[in-house]
């Protein structure tokens, strides 16, 4: 059990530390993230919307699409049914900047599984499945 919370444990941490050098990267806060992430996931979004997902108010919503716009990562399109509000999209740096972010785990498993030798992937493959079964039965 200890082996299995370890790795857990070093994921974990290496997650973390990757999303936040990611931010870093592009100078954004989580809040921008999420609301990059949000919109690419959900599609566009009325300010409000944005403001009751991630629970602030709307001034900050405001706040934090004016810098993303500023950025060049999202844009205002006016609402088409209330001509008083507007929504809020990504642009293609908006998508591809969450995009990156979710294609890099990707890569990077990909890498320590190509640093594998047959004999270590044939054992993962084994402990795997059992793990799988344990958990599944």
Same mark, same amino acid.
């Given at each position: ?10 994921? @974990? ?48 919503? @405001? ?75």
């Amino acid at each position: 059990m200890d082996v299995y919370r370890d790795l857990s444990d070093a994921l @974990t941490k290496h997650r973390v530390v990757s999303f936040l050098q990611h931010l870093k990267k592009h100078d954004l806060t989580l809040n921008q993230y999420s609301i990059l992430s949000w919109i690419d996931q959900q599609g566009p979004a009325l300010p409000v919307q944005l403001a009751e997902h991630l629970e602030l108010k709307a001034a900050s919503i @405001t706040y934090l699409v004016d810098a993303l716009e500023q950025k060049g990562l999202v844009y205002r399109k006016p609402n088409p049914r209330d001509g008083r509000s507007h929504y809020v999209d990504h642009t293609e740096a908006g998508h591809a900047l969450v995009l990156d972010k979710r294609n890099e785990g990707d890569d990077r498993i990909m890498s320590i599984f190509r640093a594998m030798d047959d004999e270590e992937l044939d054992m993962l493959y084994v402990m795997m499945k059992l793990l799988r079964r344990k958990l599944f039965r």
